[in-house]
């Protein structure tokens, strides 16, 4: 069964270092999506993509972050500078079209020191 | 306004018996889809039902049944004949209208007990 996968599973970086998660969303899905779950607290939205641009995002995502497809399979995340506050797990999101189901990747867990 | 409410921030089941996890939602859209989510302790997010505003029947998915209680704001996950595998923290979420996002819950904790 085709699923999402996520690469790092884990990743510790420095304050003020720039990360990039990567997410290989199900290859016919069309809509892409990142969330991120701080430790024992709810699921929170990010950002949504979709046809090569960036269709919703939530006040969290400020310029620090950033979202690229750079290729047919891939679907980045970009933290510029990261931030103690940004150790979170974070989660990429696929759907094959709109108002469908959305399934996640198995997220990479990211620690900032 | 919380637009998920899981007011039940964890729940111990014996093995095999029932559980309801509790669910209510906050939307003015009458078009909107209800979602629950799995995460075990290995900390993955795995899809387990689906309910959309204008269906007519529950939702139901082998083991788990969605209470789809429309008037009242509820979307109660049913686990039947729970086994030791469905310890994890359960998440509602929605999707409103036309709006790409889901916005999720705080999450329920269930503990099965063997």
């Known amino acids: 069964e085709p699923e999402v996968t996520q690469t790092p599973s884990h990743q510790v970086t420095q304050m003020g270092q720039e990360v990039i998660l990567r997410c290989v969303p199900i290859s016919n899905h069309l809509y892409f999506y990142w969330y991120r779950q701080i430790l024992g607290q709810k699921v929170e939205f990010l950002v949504s993509f979709y046809n090569n641009e960036i269709s919703e995002k939530s006040e969290i995502f400020d310029d620090q972050f950033s979202v690229e497809r750079p290729d047919g399979s891939n679907f980045t995340l970009k933290i510029r500078s990261t931030k103690l506050e940004d150790s979170a797990m974070y989660f990429c999101?696929?759907?094959?079209?709109?108002?469908?189901?959305?399934?996640f990747g198995p997220g990479t867990r990211l620690l900032v020191l | 306004a919380q637009k998920i409410t899981q007011t039940q921030p964890g729940m111990f089941v014996q093995e095999k018996e029932a559980v309801t996890l509790d669910c209510t939602y906050d939307t003015s859209d009458p078009s909107y889809g209800l979602f629950w989510y799995k995460q075990p302790s290995s900390g993955e997010m795995i899809f387990l039902i689906y309910q959309g505003s204008y269906d007519q029947q529950n939702a139901t998915e082998g083991r788990y049944s969605l209470n789809f209680q429309k008037a009242r704001k509820s979307a109660n996950l049913v686990i039947s004949a729970s086994q030791l595998g469905d310890s994890a923290m359960y998440f509602c979420?929605?999707?409103?209208?036309?709006?790409?996002?889901?916005?999720f819950g705080a999450g329920t904790t269930v503990t099965v007990r063997a």
């Open positions: 979420a929605m999707r409103e209208g036309s709006d790409y996002k889901l916005s």
């Open positions: 999101a696929s759907e094959k079209g709109a108002e469908e189901t959305q399934y």
